[in-house]
């Protein structure tokens, strides 16, 4: 294993950052392209800058967010926090006693690292799923968390979904829904129902994902909860700050689900054509993807010997697409942890700069590259650590 831990995987997003900075410096934001879906978009006028100097600012802020926030969740109360992370952290330090029990289904493993992690720090014990047939809750069961949305974007069943919700309501267990990009991808992809008409007490989604909002999370739900969470989070910083909810209300504004939906045929062409060159291409609900073991298989299918590891494969692919082709994919910034997979997202506003031909020749010469050096590990260490 090259990135063996969270440590590296901090060298790597620097090394990612400072590339990014250098190909904007060299060739202009236009010749950069984004496509993990996550646009951290600051939409602001100068008025609503100036406002933001102010004592007015954040009281007509909070008031739009309240309004804005419940149009797009559903809920009584809105609670803007610094990331999904913090809103699942706050949730659970503010929700689940000590030593209780943590339920969580997921639609398919691997879960966000943030939820086991939060519950780590209240010795809880948790337990998660992506079988319904298994799924129970133990005695001591003070939270049951559904996954919407897979960090892959697989979306969950909405059967499932409400099966899972008559449990929580038999036994009066509160039930928070992690809609990081489900608030969007099951409603407007899927014509599922918002999590909170589902049943749902609690629902945080990303304003990042899927939209044109600050990094960033939402969470809404019933009052009551709300403000226990609210109490909790202030307490250790976790809250949204100001001029994050000044931007998460224009990317709220501004969200047209629209935008996902015609990204569906320019996903539909672009998996058609790279089934030209490679096998294991999987459809996003919004893009391309290939997976962990899907990389390591497509490789092997190259009859090219290799013993990087998966993950390994998938960073140094998401490094080649930045440092070569000036493609951003989420391995290569996302935080540690994150999902591995190599997604191109065509939901993401770049996607609108790039032909689909020239999406499909940057991502086979990208690929070329890495077979070459699939084997060499000074060259792959160089790849991920060095700016050069
Ligand atoms: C992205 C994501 C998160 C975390 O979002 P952050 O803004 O990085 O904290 C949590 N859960 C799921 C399912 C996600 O996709």
């Keep these: 294993m090259i990135i063996e831990n969270s440590l590296d995987e901090v060298k790597k997003r620097e090394t990612s950052l400072k590339i990014i900075k250098s190909i904007i410096n060299a060739h202009g934001r236009d010749n950069l392209y984004d496509f993990t879906g996550l646009s951290g978009g600051f939409l ?12 007015v600012g954040p009281a007509i802020f909070e008031e739009k967010l309240q309004y804005l926030g419940k149009v797009h969740l559903g809920g009584e109360k809105i609670f803007p926090v610094n990331r999904t992370s913090s809103g699942i952290l706050a949730t659970i330090l503010a929700l689940v006693p000590r030593n209780s029990c ?38 001591n069961t003070s939270l049951i968390i559904i996954t919407g949305a897979t960090m892959d974007h697989k979306v969950i069943d909405e059967e499932i979904f409400e099966k899972i919700i008559a449990k929580a309501k038999e036994k009066e267990i509160p039930v928070l829904v992690d809609d990081a990009s489900g608030a969007r991808l099951r409603t407007a992809i899927y014509k599922q129902k918002k999590a909170i008409e589902l049943g749902a007490d609690l629902v945080v989604t990303s304003t990042d994902k899927l939209m044109m ?21 202030t307490k250790f910083g976790l809250e949204a700050q100001p001029p994050t909810i000044l931007a998460m209300v224009n990317g709220l504004e501004s969200y047209n689900e629209n935008n996902l939906l015609n990204s ?7 998996i058609k054509i790279l089934k030209n060159d490679f096998k ?19 490789i092997a299918n190259q ?38 997979t190599v997604r191109f997202d065509l939901a993401s506003n770049d996607a609108l700069k790039l032909d689909i031909a020239i999406l499909q020749d940057k991502i086979k010469n990208s690929f070329k590259y890495l077979l070459k050096i699939a084997t060499d590990e000074e060259v792959a260490k160089d790849i991920l650590f060095n700016c050069e």
Aim: glycine fraction near 6%.
């Design 102 to 139: 943590v339920i969580h289904f997921v639609p398919e493993l691997p879960s966000h690292p943030s939820i086991l992690r939060s519950c780590k720090l209240k010795n809880a014990n948790y337990i998660e799923f992506d079988d319904i047939s298994r799924f129970h809750t133990p005695q």
């Design 213 to 233: 909002g600050p990094r960033g999370g939402l969470i809404g739900g019933k009052t009551e909860l709300i403000d226990e969470i609210k109490a909790c989070a």
């Design 264 to 270: 569906i045929e320019k996903r539909n062409k672009l």
């Design 44 to 55: 602001a006028t100068t008025d609503d800058l100036n406002l933001l100097e102010t004592y």
């Design 280 to 298: 294991y291409f999987e459809e996003s609900p919004t893009g391309v993807m290939i997976s962990e073991n899907s990389l390591k298989k497509e």
């Design 303 to 340: 009859n090219i010997e290799t013993t990087f590891s998966p993950k390994d494969l998938c960073f140094l692919w998401a490094m080649i697409l930045l440092k070569q082709e000036h493609i951003i994919t989420i391995p290569a910034v996302a935080m540690p942890g994150a999902s591995a």
